[in-house]
């Protein structure tokens, strides 16, 4: 309340003397100000320790004094959201600035990279969008993919060097039968409000995943002893303990439905815990209690913002001397080549660049439930017309090494349509689908789908087609809420990629009404021959591909960089990196 009281007297006194210097006396502010002489005395001291004016007087009763604003209103408003900003009090600064993102953009600038203390290390990163939704068991995209696995743990966990399945919250587990296994939790694991982990938490976290396609088989989990769990299944699965390293079975206090915005403020066991969230940053901070290592990095907070990039490409937004932030595939690769993010993030050292072909990419869907659809000769016609080779050759010539087109989910498969060629058997005078409206669905705040629909929308119309975009929430699209012809997606698979193709097959609540082309009882047999081993990642996929339900579009090469004192850093197929074992090492 002072700062504000004292900042509303500065602004009437830059009202009296627009030009920001005069000759005057005491008694004429105090009068100015309807204050008393000793008060206006007051001000002008603090005042002048803000540094906001100088006030030179001059000795004897009545003599004129000089004042000289150095702050004008504009130069006020931004020392304050400078001031809000070294808070974290992101939204007050948005308020403030309003629309005035140019400046904006230059003070979350100045709060990018890293800062190195001797007991403190934080590193804060731009993203184009906010991350509202940290709910397992829910559909997440690939970063929150990434971040709950810094926030949760589950039972089980992938070893990020081999790649193998190993112990996280259970310290062993034993197969008892074809049907049931035991898992062993550790003693002493804390969820991040200080509340000791026990065997209800498992319980609850499991019993909800069984609602879900990929967790289907579980017939029941119940507690033996505090600190044991038997998971008892329909059918047998040997691979349990690599299901079970999912983001949905990752496991939640047994009270998490009845906390307030749970999905923005979740409570975990993992590394990092949650301190704030909402639509300007995300921020967490290192978990003391961690069963585990202790993460090297105390504190990682994104930066949202989302016209950011495209704010801080003015050279003159970019103070000297900055740290350099990440750069990654969280920032598309059209800001990318254009200069816009490798000039709002810093110049990284080459040294410790990292790039490969993803793995995963985009997709086309054909909803089986369109009339559109109903043959294969139709969908091997659409196959052709927006075939990824076709539409490579018309990405923007900068960017075009950055995309791969693709025959199939990962780099090194190929699938085609089946029965031989997958040419259309269609010449131009026999289109199918002359004159007809094309309804495709994709998910907002994705920086590259209005480019690749526009793509679309071209070849389309070459054919007499018309094609109208539709933009859902995320929530609303990955559930296939929309009566539309066609999907637009993307999706990275995390190691081991093979199995997680599956895994992302079967369990994608999108994909399931139409990979099979609406056959629930083909869709069954592939999940049941999948668990047991009798039908590979592989094979389904040339399955689904062959049919021409699918059709993947692009891999893209993916990219991180960082300073040369960042140390452990290793980019995951998720386009990010392990906050726990990465340190900046001082210069």
């Given at each position: 309340?002072?700062?504000?009281?004292?900042?509303?007297?500065?602004?009437?006194?830059?009202?009296?003397?627009?030009?920001?210097?005069?000759?005057?006396?005491?008694?004429?502010?105090?009068?100015?100000?309807?204050?008393?002489?000793?008060?206006?005395?007051?001000?002008?001291?603090?005042?002048?320790?803000?540094?906001?004016?100088?006030?030179?007087?001059?000795?004897?009763?009545?003599?004129?004094?000089?004042?000289?604003?150095?702050?004008?209103?504009?130069?006020?408003?931004?020392?304050?959201?400078?001031?809000?900003?070294?808070?974290?009090?992101?939204?007050?600064?948005?308020?403030?600035?309003?629309?005035?993102?140019?400046?904006?953009?230059?003070?979350?600038?100045?709060?990018?990279?890293?800062?190195?203390?001797?007991?403190?290390?934080?590193?804060?990163?731009?993203?184009?969008?906010?991350?509202?939704?940290?709910?397992?068991?829910?559909?997440?995209?690939r970063s929150e993919n990434h971040l709950v696995r810094?926030?949760?743990?589950?039972?089980?966990?992938?070893?990020?060097?081999?790649?193998?399945?190993?112990?996280?919250?259970?310290?062993?587990?034993?197969?008892?039968?074809?049907?049931?296994?035991?898992?062993?939790?550790?003693?002493?694991?804390?969820?991040?409000?200080?509340?000791?982990?026990t065997s209800e938490d498992v319980i609850s976290s499991?019993?909800?995943?069984?609602?879900?396609?990929?967790?289907?088989?579980?017939?029941?989990?119940?507690?033996?002893?505090?600190?044991?769990?038997?998971?008892?299944?329909?059918?047998?699965?040997?691979?349990?303990?690599?299901?079970?390293?999912?983001?949905?079975?990752?496991?939640?206090?047994?009270?998490?439905?009845?906390?307030?915005?749970?999905?923005?403020?979740?409570?975990?066991?993992?590394?990092?815990?949650?301190?704030?969230?909402?639509?300007?940053?995300?921020?967490?901070?290192?978990?003391?209690?961690?069963?585990?290592?202790?993460?090297?990095?105390?504190?990682?907070?994104?930066?949202?913002?989302?016209?950011?990039?495209?704010?801080?490409s003015s050279e003159q937004f970019i103070p000297a001397?900055?740290?350099?932030?990440?750069?990654?595939?969280?920032?598309?690769?059209?800001?990318?080549?254009?200069?816009?993010?490798?000039?709002?993030?810093?110049?990284?050292?080459?040294?410790?660049?990292?790039?490969?072909?993803?793995?995963?990419?985009?997709?086309?869907?054909?909803?089986?439930?369109?009339?559109?659809?109903?043959?294969?000769?139709?969908?091997?016609?659409?196959?052709?017309?927006?075939?990824?080779?076709?539409?490579?050759?018309?990405?923007?010539?900068?960017?075009?090494?950055?995309?791969?087109?693709?025959?199939?989910?990962?780099?090194?498969?190929?699938?085609?349509?089946?029965?031989?060629?997958?040419?259309?058997?269609?010449?131009?005078?026999?289109?199918?689908?002359?004159?007809?409206?094309?309804?495709?669905?994709?998910?907002?705040?994705?920086?590259?789908?209005?480019?690749?629909?526009?793509?679309?929308?071209?070849?389309?119309?070459?054919?007499?087609?018309?094609?109208?975009?539709?933009?859902?929430?995320?929530?609303?699209?990955?559930?296939?809420?929309?009566?539309?012809?066609?999907?637009?997606?993307?999706?990275?698979?995390?190691?081991?990629?093979?199995?997680?193709?599956?895994?992302?097959?079967?369990?994608?609540?999108?994909?399931?009404?139409?990979?099979?082309?609406?056959?629930?009882?083909?869709?069954?047999?592939?999940?049941?021959?999948?668990?047991?081993?009798?039908?590979?990642?592989?094979?389904?996929?040339?399955?689904?591909?062959?049919?021409?339900?699918?059709?993947?579009?692009?891999?893209?090469?993916?990219?991180?960089?960082?300073?040369?004192?960042?140390?452990?850093?290793?980019?995951?197929?998720?386009?990010?990196?392990?906050?726990?074992?990465?340190?900046?090492?001082?210069?």
């Amino acid at each position: 309340m002072y700062g504000q009281r004292l900042e509303y007297h500065y602004l009437r006194l830059l009202t009296l003397f627009p030009a920001r210097e005069a000759e005057t006396t005491l008694q004429a502010l105090a009068d100015s100000l309807c204050c008393s002489k000793r008060h206006m005395r007051a001000l002008l001291v603090k005042m002048h320790n803000e540094g906001w004016l100088n006030w030179q007087a001059a000795p004897g009763r009545g003599r004129q004094a000089q004042l000289r604003l150095l702050r004008d209103e504009q130069q006020l408003k931004v020392e304050k959201a400078d001031r809000l900003l070294e808070t974290g009090n992101l939204a007050a600064v948005v308020e403030l600035l309003g629309e005035e993102k140019s400046r904006l953009a230059s003070l979350l600038r100045t709060r990018l990279g890293y800062r190195i203390s001797d007991d403190y290390q934080s590193l804060r990163i731009p993203y184009y969008r906010e991350m509202l939704n940290l709910y397992p068991g829910t559909p997440l995209r690939r970063s929150e993919n990434h971040l709950v696995r810094q926030i949760f743990s589950g039972l089980t966990r992938i070893n990020p060097q081999s790649g193998e399945v190993e112990c996280d919250l259970a310290h062993r587990w034993r197969q008892l039968d074809a049907l049931r296994w035991r898992f062993f939790l550790r003693r002493g694991v804390r969820f991040h409000d200080g509340r000791e982990m026990t065997s209800e938490d498992v319980i609850s976290s499991l019993t909800r995943s069984a609602a879900l396609p990929l967790f289907s088989h579980i017939k029941r989990v119940e507690a033996a002893g505090a600190l044991s769990v038997i998971v008892e299944l329909h059918y047998a699965d040997d691979r349990l303990p690599l299901l079970l390293t999912d983001p949905a079975a990752l496991i939640l206090p047994a009270d998490h439905s009845r906390r307030d915005d749970f999905a923005a403020h979740p409570i975990g066991t993992g590394p990092y815990r949650v301190i704030e969230n909402d639509r300007w940053h995300l921020k967490m901070q290192a978990f003391e209690h961690y069963f585990g290592l202790r993460g090297l990095l105390d504190e990682v907070e994104l930066i949202v913002w989302p016209d950011v990039a495209h704010a801080a490409s003015s050279e003159q937004f970019i103070p000297a001397g900055q740290p350099a932030a990440w750069l990654s595939s969280s920032i598309s690769d059209i800001a990318y080549v254009s200069g816009e993010a490798e000039q709002f993030t810093g110049k990284p050292s080459e040294p410790l660049a990292e790039m490969f072909l993803e793995q995963g990419g985009y997709f086309l869907l054909c909803d089986s439930r369109s009339g559109r659809w109903q043959t294969p000769e139709r969908r091997r016609w659409l196959r052709e017309i927006l075939s990824p080779w076709q539409l490579a050759s018309q990405l923007v010539e900068s960017i075009r090494p950055l995309w791969v087109p693709t025959g199939s989910l990962l780099p090194a498969w190929f699938h085609c349509m089946d029965e031989g060629s997958c040419l259309s058997p269609f010449s131009a005078d026999e289109n199918p689908l002359h004159g007809a409206v094309l309804r495709l669905a994709c998910h907002r705040q994705h920086p590259e789908y209005a480019m690749l629909t526009g793509m679309m929308r071209k070849n389309l119309a070459a054919e007499g087609i018309a094609l109208e975009v539709i933009e859902l929430d995320y929530q609303q699209w990955a559930s296939g809420e929309a009566e539309v012809d066609l999907w637009l997606g993307t999706v990275n698979f995390p190691a081991p990629e093979q199995w997680n193709v599956g895994a992302w097959l079967l369990g994608m609540p999108l994909l399931q009404p139409h990979i099979s082309g609406g056959d629930p009882s083909q869709y069954q047999r592939w999940q049941q021959q999948w668990r047991n081993g009798t039908l590979e990642s592989r094979q389904l996929v040339q399955q689904v591909v062959g049919a021409g339900w699918l059709q993947p579009l692009f891999h893209h090469w993916m990219r991180l960089k960082a300073p040369e004192n960042a140390q452990g850093i290793r980019l995951n197929n998720l386009g990010w990196f392990d906050f726990q074992s990465t340190w900046m090492e001082p210069e």
